[in-house]
């Protein structure tokens, strides 16, 4: 299943040459986790359909995806040196460069969907919504500017959830939601949307986790949290309450999953590998 989505980007080809296309590209090379292409994969292969037709909707989230990271990186954001174990796209290429490279991400995913011949205009047009809705400014931006507006303030837990329920659970519930509209199980979008946003807040404390127990050398990054005094969950509630939120969270997704009528385990087995990541 990674296999085949590595070989579908790497087969995407956009016509243009030049810095802006080469940060396009650097920026989504050596994947990352590609979490919310394969939990769209996984999850479209549970209800039987043929992977042909979620690759652009797996594409178009990783470019929001990446976009998002690109942006985030920036000196006017977060402003983080490194991402994946190399030099951010701003640090490679210029600040400039960066936000063109971004703009260019986010403008391609929504071509992606429009030109995708595998589902038909009906299912694209919907697709494209839901993105738009997840990804703008009632859904990941929103999450971004409550972020930084969060910045030098003690945030509750309450606010932490907030924030992140809109930057890191938006994106998922795209791409949990999707396999539904392609697969026209609608009856299923309620309960994927509350599996994502579970995941999401587990996601995000499982990072905020990392930041301060791994090393750099692990994965990939410098956490900038601490620097750009943010609020977490972990610095609220402390390393062992911070922990067990997260083993609670997944409780509740797998008793979430077993609502759905699913023809195999590829998207539990992904969510475990989630569970028990390291980096």
């Known amino acids: ?18 810095s802006v296309s080469e940060a396009f590209h650097y920026a989504t090379a050596d994947g990352g986790k ?8 996984a999850l479209l292969s549970d209800y039987n359909v043929d992977l042909t037709k979620g ?10 995806h990446s976009y998002s990271l690109v942006h985030d990186d920036l000196p006017a954001m977060d402003n983080d040196d490194y991402r994946r174990g190399k030099l951010s796209v701003h640090k490679k290429y210029g600040e400039d460069i ?46 971004q500017q409550l972020d930084l507006e969060a910045e030098n303030h003690v945030l509750d837990e309450a606010a932490i959830h907030e924030i992140n329920r809109y930057k890191t659970s938006k ?54 949290d601490e620097s750009n005094h943010k609020s977490t969950l972990v610095n609220l509630l402390g390393l062992d309450n911070a922990t067990t939120h997260v083993e609670h969270l997944f409780n509740d997704i797998y008793s ?24």
């Open 98 to 143: 960066a936000i063109l490279a971004g703009d260019a991400l986010l403008t391609e995913a929504f071509a992606v969907l429009a030109n995708d011949q595998e589902n038909d205009a009906a299912v694209n047009l919907k697709l494209i919504q839901y993105l738009s809705k997840c990804a703008g400014i009632n859904g990941m931006i929103y999450g």
């Open 34 to 41: 590609r979490i919310r292409p394969m939990l769209l994969l």
């Open 55 to 64: 690759l652009s909707s797996a594409l178009a989230i990783e470019f929001i």
């Open 171 to 224: 994106l998922l519930i795209f791409a949990m939601v999707a396999p539904a509209i392609i697969s026209h199980h609608d009856e299923d979008i309620k309960v994927l949307e509350d599996i994502a946003l579970k995941l999401g807040l587990a996601f995000q404390i499982q990072d905020d986790i990392l930041d301060v127990t791994k090393s750099f050398e692990e994965i990939g990054k410098v956490g900038s």
């Open 256 to 279: 979430l999953v077993k609502q759905l009528n699913l023809s195999s385990n590829h998207v539990i087995t992904l969510i475990n590998s989630i569970e028990k990541r390291q980096k």
């Open 1 to 18: 299943m990674l296999n085949t989505f590595e070989q579908f980007l790497s087969d995407y080809q956009i016509d243009s040459t030049g």
